[in-house]
């Protein structure tokens, strides 16, 4: 099945059908005002070729750190000889306080070439924290996970769900991306202690009950097209192309209780190091799940009342 694909969708009833729900959607007509050329591999190359980025494999183990330029020299335009692109660039903007090869600068530089999709929220977050009417726009802060990614046709990201119960949005700008989705009642299906199946070559003695189930959605991405990912779906993404996107991550306040959930059951989860860093201020570094659980619920309860 393919993902329902809308336009004009306004923000409350993208939260309602989707982020409450929990329904995946492709919004077709928000990049129609941005500055695709921007986001082509040669005007990447030529701005930010000589930044260090990070290089992982199809799953998130970082490969190594190496100029930009020399990803897109070896993973773009690949002859049929040279065959399929196994290297993928993810390149995060700051994630928790240490100096890393973050994406900060560059984003910085591309901030008005694109804006916040208009269906999105920037307010009313739980991750990253917003305060009453406070609005964090996509292009000005830092989101969990925001991170341009540059990956050659034949790269792909396997078989994952995102961290602490967020969302993803994912923006195509340039080259296509297949994907499987699978919902998180397949939870029991596609993971066995702690590791996702691989869904295109699946070990049936480790996943045995993967074979009684097939995937919700199968679908391709196109540019101007964004998708959500939402809360605790599995997705399986392979470039069909070589491919630019940019990508993000979100808690709403209306999940609230799915994240505290999460946090409670998952009190060692080693994310929460990068959840703290987006509350960071109202929390203290060393605060444990407990307290970070009652200060969500202390704020969004403090909020409601003077809503
Ligand atoms: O585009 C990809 O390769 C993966 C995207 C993803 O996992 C995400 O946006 O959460
Ligand atoms: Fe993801």
């Not at 924290?129 to 969990?144: L, M, R």
Request: glycine share 4%; hydrophobic share 35%.
């Amino acid at each position: 099945m393919k993902v329902p694909r809308v336009k004009s969708i306004t923000e409350e009833k993208f939260i309602e059908e989707h982020i409450v729900s929990n329904k995946p959607v492709i919004v077709t007509d928000a990049m129609e005002n941005w500055d695709l050329e921007k986001f082509k591999p040669e005007y990447i190359k030529k701005e930010f070729g000589h930044h260090k980025v990070q290089v992982y494999n199809d799953l998130f183990d970082l490969q190594t750190i190496q100029p930009l330029e020399k990803y897109i020299d070896a993973n773009f335009f690949r002859s049929e000889k040279e065959g399929l692109s196994k290297q993928y660039m993810r390149w995060y903007t700051k994630l928790k306080e240490v100096d890393f090869y973050w994406s900060d600068k560059a984003f910085d530089s591309l901030k008005n070439f694109w804006s916040q999709p208009y269906f999105v929220p920037s307010t009313s977050l739980a991750v990253p924290s917003t305060k009453g009417s406070d609005s964090k726009s996509i292009t000005e802060y830092n989101y969990p996970y925001k991170g341009l990614f540059i990956s050659g046709k034949g790269s792909r990201t396997r078989l994952h769900k995102d961290p602490f119960m967020s969302n993803a949005v994912l923006c195509q700008f340039y080259g296509q991306k297949h994907f499987y989705l699978y919902g998180p009642d397949k939870q029991k299906n596609v993971m066995n202690n702690g590791d996702f199946v691989d869904v295109k070559n699946p070990d049936l003695n480790k996943f045995p009950s993967f074979s009684d189930i097939t995937h919700d959605y199968e679908d391709v991405l196109s540019p101007g097209e964004i998708i959500l990912f939402p809360s605790g779906w599995f997705h399986d993404v392979t470039c069909v192309s070589d491919s630019i996107s940019i990508t993000w991550n979100f808690v709403h306040a209306k999940q609230l209780e799915t994240l505290c959930n999460h946090i409670k059951n998952n009190p060692e989860d080693d994310q929460l190091e990068i959840l703290k860093y987006f509350i960071k201020g109202e929390v203290s570094d060393t605060a444990s799940a407990e307290e970070i659980i009652s200060y969500f619920r202390k704020k969004f309860a403090a909020s409601e009342m003077t809503a």
